[in-house]
């Protein structure tokens, strides 16, 4: 059965009102069980900087815990690559059958395409180099 867990500094730090949007999202998820690991996009957003934020649950499906270590995700809409990148998240572990919330923030220079619509439908496709 999978469960909710938040990241240490999540947990101290997210607001009431996304933490309830973070738990109706996971009460909502059809997980695809093809799938060891699925990242469900919640939202985004473009900062100062150019860079796109993009915060999913991350759902691992698998009997074992994973990590993130020069990870590469895409983040795609329905057109095709927005942007891709090769994360590395050290102290990012997250349990066996367990989702977790997380913010992958990808540089502007890893994006395709600039000017993400706040409102348009992302997703996110990881490959996980373990």
Do not use: G, Y
């Given at each position: 059965m999978q469960k909710l867990q938040f990241e240490n500094s999540w947990d101290k730090t997210i607001s009431q009102g996304d933490r309830e949007k973070i738990e109706k999202a996971f009460a909502s998820t059809k997980l695809n069980q093809?799938?060891?690991?699925?990242?469900?996009?919640l939202w985004h957003a473009t900062n100062h900087k150019g860079d796109l934020l993009a915060t999913a649950i991350i759902h691992n499906q698998t009997q074992q815990s994973i990590s993130f270590e020069n990870s590469?995700?895409?983040?795609l809409d329905q057109n095709g690559v927005i942007a891709e990148h090769n994360f590395s998240l050290p102290n990012l572990?997250?349990?066996?059958?367990?989702?977790?919330?997380?913010?992958?923030?990808?540089?502007?220079?890893?994006?395709t395409r600039k000017n993400v619509n706040p409102g348009e439908i992302i997703k996110l496709n990881i490959q996980l180099n373990q």
């Open positions: 093809l799938h060891d690991i699925e990242l469900v996009t590469r995700i895409d983040c572990h997250i349990p066996a059958n367990t989702s977790l919330p997380w913010t992958f923030i990808f540089p502007a220079k890893s994006q």
